[in-house]
Structures are given as structure tokens and as C-alpha cells.
């Protein structure tokens, strides 16, 4: 019977690990960023799902094992069982180490911090913030447009982000970005867009009264409808 509970605490992380990789489907990348993110989220989950259930089914096997003692014993020392834990503790913190430094590393995710160090031919944005709008500059094109910033699909995309008056926060959920925006302070965002389609930019940092109304759209479109875009912007300025 002893080793029948045995057997099946050793199975359960098994169990949640086969669960997580069935039922935790991919989640479809709209930018290299959230790709990156998603992607060592997803790794950490395949690990904490498997700890949680082993965790949980030895409580509650304790629990019910030793229930009717009402005088409990200290147990004795058991050197193998603390190097084990030790052991495993470390791997685990390792792989953690790892997957988070890999991820946290790339551009995509800290972007270096001016576009010289960006390879290729990046798309460049300043973000500017105010109470309770967001402007986009274009500084290569001299083109600067209010609550809208277009960016073509498929091209590496570097952003300043600062703020005029106080402190505001550039949140783009559905491309995974995120920076705060501080008066004298010059932040950046770097992303490639992979999928064509509108993204709702949020102010992530109360600013106000207005702050839920501080909202804007990022359209990912293609090469030739961005450079059609930059034309009619240039005309019409």
C-alpha cells in the first residue's frame, strides 16, 4: 500500500507536466517581444505546474497520514533527503536563472539605449506622453501625429518614450510592451510586429482625472501601406 502512495506521488508531477504541454496551447505571436515573453512564461509554467501538483499531494498525503498522532515525534536527520532538496532547489533555480537571462537579454525585450546600437534599419518613434494625449513623432520624416502611431509589419521598430508633464506609462498589451514615460528622462521600447492589425495603447500609470481616457492605436500595416501613410502625413503637413 506504501508503495502504491509512492508510485503515485512520483506520478502526479508526470501527470501535470503531459497536462500543461496538452492544454497549454502556443499563444500566437503578434511581435518578436511577446513571442520571447510568452515563450518563457510558458517554459516556467511546464516547471511550477509539476512542483505545485508533487507539493500539494505530499501535504495532503502528511495530512492524512499522520492526522490521528496526537503526540507528534520530531523526525530524525535523513543527510540524503536535505542534500536531495538542496539539490533540486538549485537545479531549479538555475533553469529559472537561465530561461529568464536569455529572454531578458535580447533587444526585443531591453532594448539598448539609442538606435545606433540597433542592427539594420530601424523604424524610429518618439513617444511623447501629456495629460491626457499621446503624440508620435517621426524624426526621419519630420511627420508627428496625435493618439495614432502606424508602424510597418515585419521591421524592427525603436521608440524613445518621455513625458511632458508627469509620470505616464506606455502599455501595448497585445504587442507585449511596456515603459514608463518621466519628464527628463529618456526611455526605450524595441520590437518587430509580426501580424498585421490594431493594438490599443493604454496609459499603464495614473496621471490624473483623465488617465483612463489616455488611450491611443498602434496599427501594424504593410511596407507599402506605411510608406503610403508617410506620404499623405507629409502632404497634408
Same mark, same amino acid.
Given at each position: 500500500?506504501?508503495?502504491?502512495? #509512492?508510485?503515485?506521488?512520483? =506520478?502526479?508531477?508526470? %501527470? ?9 496551447? *502556443? /499563444? =500566437? =505571436?503578434? $511581435? ?13 509554467? %511546464?516547471?511550477?505546474? *509539476?512542483? !505545485?501538483?508533487?507539493?500539494?499531494? #505530499? ?24 542534500? $536531495?532538496?538542496?539539490?533540486?532547489? =538549485? ?5 529559472? !536563472? ?8 535580447? *533587444?526585443?525585450?531591453?532594448? *539598448? ?9 530601424? /523604424? ?26 502606424? %508602424? ?21 498589451? !497585445? ?25 490599443? #495603447? ?7 482625472? !483623465? ?27
Amino acid at each position: 500500500m506504501r508503495h502504491t502512495l #509512492l508510485r503515485r506521488l512520483l =506520478a502526479a508531477p508526470v %501527470i501535470g507536466t503531459i497536462a500543461v504541454m496538452v492544454f497549454a496551447a *502556443p /499563444v =500566437a =505571436a503578434q $511581435s518578436t517581444t511577446r513571442d520571447l515573453i510568452m515563450g518563457v512564461n510558458r517554459q516556467l509554467m %511546464i516547471l511550477a505546474v *509539476p512542483i !505545485g501538483v508533487f507539493m500539494t499531494v #505530499l501535504l495532503l498525503y502528511t495530512v492524512l497520514k499522520f492526522r490521528k498522532r496526537e503526540e507528534p515525534k520530531p523526525t530524525g536527520e535523513n543527510r540524503a533527503l536535505e542534500i $536531495s532538496w538542496t539539490v533540486a532547489t =538549485a537545479i531549479v533555480l538555475l533553469f529559472v !536563472g537561465l530561461a529568464s537571462y536569455q529572454v531578458m537579454a535580447d *533587444p526585443a525585450v531591453t532594448a *539598448p539605449h539609442s538606435v545606433e546600437e540597433v542592427e539594420g534599419d530601424p /523604424v524610429e518613434v518618439d513617444i511623447t506622453g501629456q495629460q491626457y494625449l499621446w503624440l508620435f513623432e517621426y524624426p526621419e520624416h519630420n511627420v508627428t501625429k496625435p493618439r495614432t502611431m502606424v %508602424i510597418p509589419v515585419n521591421q524592427t521598430v525603436f521608440m524613445r518614450i518621455e513625458s511632458r508633464d508627469m509620470i505616464h506609462a506606455v502599455h501595448v498589451p !497585445g504587442l507585449a510592451l511596456k515603459s514608463d514615460a518621466i519628464p527628463g528622462q529618456v526611455n526605450t521600447l524595441q520590437t518587430t510586429a509580426t501580424e498585421e492589425g490594431t493594438y490599443t #495603447l493604454f496609459c499603464a500609470e495614473y496621471c490624473g482625472e !483623465g488617465h483612463s481616457q489616455m488611450l491611443a492605436e498602434v496599427k501594424v500595416v504593410s511596407q507599402s501601406e506605411y510608406q503610403q501613410w508617410l506620404d499623405d502625413q507629409k502632404e497634408e503637413g
